[in-house]
Structure formats: structure tokens, C-alpha cells
């Protein structure tokens, strides 16, 4: 009897690694004819006092939550967010390095629909911990590739890694409220590198 109990226990044990493993693997081959997801951000810079910790400003694309939904779930480790940096009352910007072991990078791709992505654009790890910095005027976005700016109707690709996690996520800024608030549509893609 004690036999049959084990292996009852062995076989639930694996199907819960199975399943979450299933929940953390690549997204599906059909990513294109998905429905993104759509979340709305708010300026840190500006509604810092009114949230606690980063609040509605940090996004997981990772667990799908932003960081004032389930901080449990969170943990405080994010891959997006809108509006911690604030230039002469400007904070259209979106960051993604935050933790100590990040290697992540942004990359602004231009005017674009979902339907004009055909294959997930590269974009490699940083090689080492990079903190960020806002890029003058006269630079351009690869001299600081964990921050860009914002713009509406413009889509993103983000490769996020860390000690936990190595994936990539395409998002589209649908609305912007200068300063104030961004609401995105978001998918996490394949990634082009395997």
C-alpha cells in the first residue's frame, strides 16, 4: 500500500514540474496571430509619492503583473519601467536594468503594427552589469541600451536576462499621455537566438 501511496506522489510531483515548466518555456510558435496583452504604466517621477515602492510604474512581462498587482509575485523584479528618470519635467522614458545581476537591453524599432513584425528582431545581453544613463541629444540609442524614449505608436523589442530569466518580449506603445501615463500592448516572442 505505502508502495502505491509513492508512486501516486511521484507521478503528481511530476506532472506539477511538468506543468511549470510548460508555463516558463518559450512562447508559441504562433506568437504572430496572438492577441497582445495591454497594461497601463504611470510616470514613477511623477505619482512616486502617491504609490508605494515603483507601484503602477514597473511592469513583469515574466509573470504578466505590474509590481503594485502582487508584490509577492513580483518580488520587486521587473522588466519595465516607465518614468523613473524625469529630465526638466520630462519622464517618457523607459528603463530596464534595475537589478544587480541584469544584463538587459531595449530597443526602439520605429513606427510599427503588429502586423508588420515578421520574425523577432536580435538583440544580444549586455556582456557585462551596465547601470543606465539618459542619451545626450546628439547620441544615439545604442550608446545607452537599457533606456529609451517613448513614443506613441512605436514598438519595442526587450531581451530580458538575469541569474533567472532569458527572454525576449515585443511591446507597442498604444497611447501616451506625455509624462503621465503609457499604455502598451505587449507579447512575449521566441527568441531569434535559438
Known sequence: MKLRQFG???????????FSA???SRSPKDWRTLEPNTVTLFSRSKYKDQFDG??????????GVRDDNDREITRNNYELQYGNINLNGDSDWFTVTMTSDDRSRIKDLGVLQWSDIVEVPLLPASTELEGFRVPSKTETQDTSPNVARVVAGHLYVVHSKDSDSDFYTLFRVDNLL???????SWKVVPSPEK
Open 54 to 63: 515603483y507601484g503602477k510604474s514597473a511592469f513583469s512581462f515574466k509573470r
Open 8 to 18: 501516486l506522489w511521484v507521478i503528481l510531483a511530476f506532472h506539477a514540474i511538468s
Open 22 to 24: 510548460i508555463a516558463q
Open 178 to 184: 506625455p509624462s503621465d501615463q503609457v499604455s502598451i
